[in-house]
C-alpha cells in the first residue's frame, strides 16, 4: 500500500514556463511534507517544505502548495530553468513516528 | 555544510556474501536512516537509529541488520546477499525541530550482488 504517490514519472517543460509537480498522500498522520531534489550521481538534497498547518510556502521560485482534504501537495517552480532539470521526490513526515515516506519521483527536464 | 559519507560509491558481491555499507556524519545529528532506491518504488526506509544502540524497523527491513555503535556512524549489514538486494542504498541523517525534520544523505553506494 503505497501512501505516497507522484503519479507522474516524467515532466518536460520549456525554459521560463511553470513547472507543477504533484503528489497525493492516504495517511491522515502525516504532518509534515517536504521536496527533495536529486541529480544524478548524487544524493537528494531538500528543497523546500510545509508544515500541515499551512497552505502554502514560498522560497524564491519554488512554492509548495498543500490541500489537506484532498490529501494533496504540489510543488511550482517559476520561472523553470535548465538546472531545475532532476529527480523531484515528495516526502510525507510523520512525527509520532519519527519517519519520512517517500514517493516514487519525478523527473523534470526543463529545455532551453 | 553538514556531511554524510557513504564509504563505498560502488560495490560488487557475490550471492551469500555479507555485506557491509558504512555512512557517518559530521554534524553530530541524533537521527540516521538507511534508504533504497529502486526504479518506479522510490525511496524505501530499511533502518533508523535515533541514539546510539538503537534501532527501528523501517518499511522493509527483511535481509538487512544495523549497527549503531558511536553517534556519527550508522552501518547496515546484509548477512547474506541475494540479487534483490542490487540497489542504489542511501544514508541519511536529521535534525528536528519542532515537527520539521530534514533529512541531509549521502551520494550513495551502488550495490550490485551477482
Known amino acids: 500500500d503505497q501512501q505516497v504517490k507522484q503519479n507522474s514519472p516524467s515532466l518536460s517543460v520549456q525554459e521560463g514556463r511553470i513547472s507543477i509537480l504533484n503528489c497525493d498522500y492516504t495517511n491522515s498522520m502525516f504532518d509534515y511534507f517536504l521536496w527533495y531534489k536529486k541529480y544524478p550521481a548524487e544524493g537528494p538534497t531538500f528543497l523546500i517544505s510545509?508544515?500541515?498547518?499551512?497552505d502554502k510556502n514560498e522560497d524564491g521560485r519554488f512554492t509548495v502548495f498543500l490541500n489537506k482534504s484532498a490529501k494533496h501537495l504540489s510543488l511550482h517552480i517559476v520561472p523553470s530553468q535548465p538546472g531545475d532539470s532532476a529527480v523531484y521526490f515528495c516526502a510525507a513526515h510523520n512525527t509520532n513516528a519519527g519517519k519520512s515516506t517517500f514517493g516514487d519521483g519525478t523527473t523534470l527536464t526543463v529545455k532551453p | 555544510d553538514v556531511k554524510v559519507t557513504q564509504s563505498s560509491r560502488y560495490l560488487v558481491k557475490r550471492t551469500g556474501e555479507k555485506v557491509f555499507l558504512e555512512c557517518v556524519q559530521d554534524?553530530?545529528?541524533?537521527?540516521m536512516f538507511w534508504y533504497r532506491q529502486d526504479p518506479g518504488l522510490g525511496l524505501r526506509l530499511i533502518y533508523f537509529?535515533?541514539?546510539?544502540?538503537?534501532?527501528e524497523k523501517g518499511d522493509i527491513p527483511e535481509g538487512y541488520s544495523v549497527s549503531r555503535e558511536k553517534k556519527e556512524r550508522f552501518s547496515l549489514i546484509l548477512e547474506s546477499a541475494s540479487t534483490n538486494q542490487t540497489s542504489m542504498y542511501l544514508c541519511?541523517?536529521?535534525?528536528?525541530?519542532?515537527?520539521?525534520?530534514?533529512?541531509?544523505f549521502g551520494s550513495g553506494t551502488q550495490l550490485s550482488v551477482l
Open positions: 510545509i508544515s500541515s498547518i499551512k
Open positions: 554534524m553530530d545529528h541524533e537521527n
Open positions: 541519511a541523517s536529521s535534525f528536528r525541530t519542532g515537527r520539521e525534520e530534514k533529512l541531509f
Open positions: 537509529s535515533y541514539d546510539v544502540k538503537m534501532k
